[in-house]
């Protein structure tokens, strides 16, 4: 149990980052990095704790991030582009955010000699649109060049070799986490459960893009802490990457709207619609590691993160 600590969070704001302030704030001095262009910490009991210091600036300046990071115990890097639409909008701005940003964090980690543990999140899309049991040192399969799709899993990928220069050069003492669809309370923006949950729960119709047929490994938020939390406790997560995610709640898309109809007894009907966008077809992650290394392994099964996340979203209609 991390206590008395000053953690560095980027994009504490944000959707996994606001609820890692939560996870910590009680005992910790928190110290949020964001430009607060999404905005979930504004949402939490929690947002106007003492303990939580924000400094309202942007990982591509690396001012803000020395400010953010010094003295800091522990950094955890959650900025980034999110969602595949602003992804596809704007592929510049998501290789500079996701490559220099994460550039700027780690040279910041270095002119900080106390600090324990960076942890830099990465993504489940290096490992390409098809990716069954994908373990951690399985080769990486990016998509065609000027496929805007791939811009975000190109730069996650390169900031995660920098992760690693980082650690075996200067002795940065880093370690990786790949997300493998998160969903739960509080997700800002994009996010095809959050979409199907908030439409059955207004009895609207649901949107499947394509067949439907693309199946994911999909893992609540709050294993999602879980994992990170335990990557920052754990010495010998230092220097390694680890899937995070929960093999156990797999579905094809078209089963998961037929999932959230059932459980939460919504009236809604299924439409399909051509897909904006190359897709993902398979991303199912091995999570062997993570629980040989960490003792993780994901708690919330579908059907009740499917609940938790609905009862969220009731409360705030």
């Given at each position: 149990?991390?206590?008395?600590?000053?953690?560095?969070?980027?994009?504490?704001?944000?959707?996994?980052?606001?609820?890692?302030?939560?996870?910590?704030?009680?005992?910790?001095?928190?110290?949020?990095?964001?430009?607060?262009?999404?905005?979930?910490?504004?949402?939490?009991?929690?947002?106007?704790?003492?303990?939580?210091?924000?400094?309202?600036?942007?990982?591509?300046?690396?001012?803000?991030?020395?400010?953010?990071?010094?003295?800091?115990?522990?950094?955890?890097?959650?900025?980034?582009?999110?969602?595949?639409r602003t992804v596809c909008l704007k592929p510049t701005r998501t290789m500079e955010v996701n490559f220099i940003g994460s550039a700027n964090v780690l040279k910041a980690a270095v002119e900080n000699p106390g600090c324990k543990r960076v942890v830099c999140f990465s993504t489940s899309e290096v490992f390409g649109s098809c990716a069954l049991t994908s373990k951690e040192n399985d080769q990486s399969v990016i998509g065609a060049s000027g496929q805007a799709r791939w811009t975000y899993a190109v730069s996650?990928?390169?900031?995660?070799?920098?992760?690693?220069?980082?650690?075996?050069?200067?002795?940065?003492?880093?370690?990786?986490?790949?997300?493998?669809?998160?969903?739960?309370?509080?997700?800002?923006?994009?996010?095809?459960?959050?979409?199907?949950?908030?439409?059955?729960?207004?009895?609207?119709?649901?949107?499947?893009?394509?067949?439907?047929?693309?199946?994911?490994?999909?893992?609540?938020?709050?294993?999602?802490?879980?994992?990170?939390?335990?990557?920052?406790?754990?010495?010998?997560?230092?220097?390694?990457?680890?899937?995070?995610?929960?093999?156990?709640?797999?579905?094809?898309?078209?089963?998961?709207?037929?999932?959230?109809?059932?459980?939460?007894?919504?009236?809604?009907?299924?439409?399909?619609?051509?897909?904006?966008?190359?897709?993902?077809?398979?991303?199912?992650?091995?999570?062997?590691?993570?629980?040989?290394?960490?003792?993780?392994?994901?708690?919330?099964?579908?059907?009740?993160?499917?609940?938790?996340?609905?009862?969220?979203?009731?409360?705030?209609?």
């Open positions: 149990m991390i206590t008395g600590k000053r953690i560095c969070i980027t994009g504490g704001a944000g959707f996994i980052g606001s609820s890692l302030v939560g996870r910590l704030v009680k005992d910790n001095q928190v110290v949020v990095l964001d430009n607060f262009s999404r905005d979930s910490l504004g949402q939490k009991e929690y947002s106007q704790h003492p303990n939580i210091t924000v400094v309202k600036g942007d990982v591509l300046n690396y001012e803000d991030v020395a400010r953010a990071a010094q003295d800091a115990d522990y950094i955890i890097h959650c900025a980034g582009i999110a969602g595949i996650k990928l390169a900031e995660e070799h920098l992760a690693v220069a980082y650690y075996r050069e200067f002795n940065v003492p880093t370690c990786v986490v790949r997300p493998f669809n998160i969903y739960g309370p509080g997700q800002i923006g994009e996010g095809a459960l959050k979409i199907f949950v908030q439409k059955a729960l207004a009895n609207e119709p649901i949107t499947v893009f394509g067949e439907g047929t693309q199946i994911r490994a999909w893992c609540y938020l709050d294993d999602m802490v879980e994992g990170t939390m335990r990557c920052i406790e754990n010495d010998a997560a230092v220097g390694e990457s680890f899937n995070i995610g929960n093999a156990r709640s797999i579905q094809t898309i078209y089963g998961l709207a037929n999932t959230v109809i059932r459980v939460l007894n919504s009236k809604s009907n299924i439409q399909f619609a051509p897909a904006p966008s190359v897709d993902i077809e398979l991303r199912i992650p091995c999570v062997d590691k993570a629980r040989d290394i960490l003792g993780f392994e994901a708690q919330v099964d579908l059907e009740e993160g499917i609940l938790r996340t609905a009862e969220h979203y009731s409360k705030m209609k």
